[in-house]
């Protein structure tokens, strides 16, 4: 028999470590034959002990080779010329990419066939197979960084009292049977690559920064610091009714932890571009990667329709008791302002998912007979103060209103014009009364 190197045949002479690159090579690729006993230059040395050495082969490949390589292979001595050799059969494997156990799911773990040679794999090489393999979830993907850890999740886990060991790992997808990290794995590890930026601005357009931060680190962190660093900027305002104060904060808590987690479970993680959150003075918005899911429209979420994209990472926040049964989150939203006057808005496109939070403290303007009603209601009040009190300060409306400053000037001047009322004084005596 004449021995050369091609694309499906390795000719080795002895067994070396280097051996389960040829190995992972033909596994990735299209399967192949390794003859040991032969050199590279087809001259047959022969083996001292063939069964040995197929042994040896069958160790180093069922422990240095992952996931399992083991059912594709046969093992076979011939006899060439009066020397024994081993001819070691690989087939493509099932669960490609294989990889050297050391070196992991990275090009320096991943070899594929080329020509004569086995090359490592290109990350895109990598990605493919991994997606032929495991199919088009991304959750559900082998992650390709398995240097993870999950001191956010265990405590998180530990908290709530649900355990979180290899075998519940397995359960939730956070790793595959063979104990290989899913990309939920690495969304939950303290390694994530996917980030949230906030941004602060000092009016209702973004000419004007006030703060921004970027927070990373395991979804379960960012939560935390995202939903803390809002609240701490969700200001409370307070109003009077006769001798009863009423306190109301910007933002409804429960809209507003509601929308953050739709942006951390439902956005699409196969984009690395970050989440964007956006605080106005008169609005948050939460902007999440990845539209709709296919053949949901935006009425179906309004009337309560869930279909998740991420089933596996919202199956761990259900098992936390983050969220509730699908669906709820966009209702609870909706509850959390009802007759308030002010409703939230949903937005959507092909690749993006807003959730836009009113700011219950700050008059806005609205058109038609709503506003026309809304300004009757202020004024209105107004007049009843004037008629209690005789005189009034803009500090006294801008109480009994909840208003900003520039609103409740607006409506003065307003009430002045139309000769309801009249201003005396100037500066800081300036006050108001009714028109004679």
């Not at 040829?22 to 596994?27: D, K, L, P, Q, R």
């Not at 992991?104 to 290109?122: D, F, I, N």
């Not at 307070?238 to 951390?264: C, G």
């Not at 026309?372 to 004037?386: K, T």
């Amino acid at each position: 028999m004449i021995f050369q190197e091609s694309e499906t045949v390795g000719l080795k002479s002895i067994v070396v470590d280097d051996i389960k690159k040829e190995i992972v090579a033909f596994a990735n690729s299209e399967g192949g034959r390794l003859y040991i006993g032969v050199r590279d230059d087809g001259t047959v040395v022969g083996l001292d002990d063939p069964d040995g050495a197929a042994l040896q082969v069958s160790n180093m490949v069922r422990d240095g080779i992952k996931p399992d390589l083991t059912m594709f292979m046969h093992y076979e001595t011939l006899n060439e010329g009066g020397e024994q050799i081993v001819a070691v059969d690989i087939q493509q494997g099932t669960e490609r990419p294989y990889y050297i156990a050391k070196k992991g799911l990275r090009p320096e773990g991943v070899y594929v066939r080329q020509g004569y040679s086995s090359v490592p794999a290109t990350n895109t090489a990598i990605r493919r197979m991994i997606k032929e393999t495991d199919g088009d979830h991304f959750e559900e993907m082998r992650s390709l960084e398995q240097d993870l850890t999950f001191g956010a999740a265990e405590k998180e886990f530990s908290e709530r009292n649900v355990q979180l060991g290899q075998a519940q790992m397995k359960t939730l997808g956070i790793m595959t049977r063979n104990g290989v990290y899913t990309n939920l794995g690495l969304i939950l590890s303290d390694q994530c690559v996917h980030t949230i930026k906030v941004a602060v601005f000092g009016g209702t357009t973004q000419n004007e920064y006030k703060d921004r931060r970027e927070f990373s680190g395991s979804l379960f962190r960012q939560m935390e610091e995202v939903y803390d660093y809002i609240d701490f900027r969700n200001q409370t305002h307070s109003t009077f009714q006769k001798l009863r104060r009423i306190d109301k904060k910007d933002y409804p808590e429960v809209a507003v932890r509601e929308a953050l987690l739709n942006l951390l479970v439902h956005r699409e993680y196969a984009f690395r571009a970050s989440a964007l959150i956006s605080i106005y003075t008169d609005r948050i918005e939460f902007t999440s990667i990845g539209g709709l899911v296919g053949g949901v429209t935006l009425q179906d979420v309004l009337m309560g329709i869930s279909v998740c994209r991420n089933v596996k990472l919202a199956n761990v926040f259900y098992r936390l008791e983050l969220i509730e049964a699908y669906g709820t989150g966009i209702q609870k939203i909706m509850e959390a302002y009802r007759g308030t006057g002010k409703v939230p808005k949903l937005e959507t496109s092909d690749n993006v998912f807003k959730i836009i939070l009113p700011n219950l403290n700050v008059y806005t303007e609205q058109s038609g007979s709503e506003a026309d009603r809304r300004s009757g209601d202020a004024q209105e009040d107004v007049i009843a103060l004037a008629q209690k009190q005789g005189t009034f300060t803009r500090k006294d409306v801008e109480q009994i209103l909840g208003i900003g400053q520039t609103t409740c000037g607006r409506l003065l001047r307003q009430m002045v014009e139309k000769g309801q009322i009249v201003q005396e004084g100037k500066s800081r005596n300036t006050h108001y009364r009714l028109s004679s």
